[in-house]
């Protein structure tokens, strides 16, 4: 059981590059979700997704899209990375229903865009 | 919008000693209130609080709710240099089915 997992750990991107990040969970949760962390701004919420085939904005959705096309998959795609997206992201899941609030993170991706 | 502060920003102690950390928040449609501890990478769960006056506990971790004033604290009692961590409180609001987190507190045990 590996919980929540995510690819690359690290990634260096030129500006106007694009890449995924993949997220898989083992847990069958239902609900998964995608924050950036900044120092000083805490975790902040990009996209989330109740169920498979859906997604939702977050706090911070701009530049970025997302795709839930299986359960136990959430990738964040960034179609021309800017330096202002330079940051650690993490992936999360929950169960959903009546616990849905305690989430589960993941080691996180390290991105710095050049 | 929903806000959640966290102070202190940052703190040393030494080994042994007793800390207090507080989170308070401003939210529409409140559900809940966890924290959540940080070290190298992902933010590991520590406690769930969902009614106020009930004190939750784990070794040398406790902390309590209310929902009145608007806040949490989390105590860690004897602290160890284990305990050196970033500390999250993020409150969960039932509307968007989202966690709101604070900027975190920086706990440096040193011996």
């Known amino acids: 059981n590996a919980g929540v997992t995510q690819t690359p750990k690290f990634r260096v991107l030129k500006t106007g590059q694009s890449m995924t990040l993949l997220c898989a969970q083992d847990?069958?949760?239902?609900?998964m979700y995608w924050y950036r962390q900044d120092p000083g701004m805490g975790l902040r919420l990009i996209h989330y997704s109740v169920g498979e085939g859906t997604t939702a904005k977050g706090e911070v959705p701009d530049g970025y899209n997302v795709s839930r096309l299986k359960k136990q998959n959430f990738l964040l795609g960034l179609e021309s990375a800017a330096p202002s997206q330079t940051s650690v992201y993490f992936c999360a899941s929950s169960p959903g229903g009546a616990a849905q609030e305690t989430q589960y993170f993941g080691p996180g991706t390290r991105l710095l865009v050049l | 919008e929903d806000k959640v502060v966290q102070s202190p920003l940052s703190l040393v102690v030494h080994e042994g000693d007793t800390v207090t950390l507080n989170c308070s928040y401003e939210v529409t449609n409140f559900r809940s209130l966890l924290w959540y501890k940080q070290e190298k990478k992902a933010p590991t769960f520590l406690f769930m609080l969902t009614s106020s006056g009930i004190e939750k506990k784990s070794g040398r971790l406790s902390s309590i709710l209310d929902k009145k004033e608007l806040f949490s604290i989390l105590n860690i009692t004897a602290t160890q240099t284990g305990d050196s961590a970033i500390y999250l409180c993020?409150?969960?609001?039932?509307?968007?089915?989202?966690?709101?987190f604070g900027t975190g507190t920086r706990l440096q045990v040193t011996l």
């Open positions: 847990m069958n949760h239902e609900y």
């Open positions: 993020a409150v969960y609001t039932g509307t968007a089915s989202k966690l709101t």
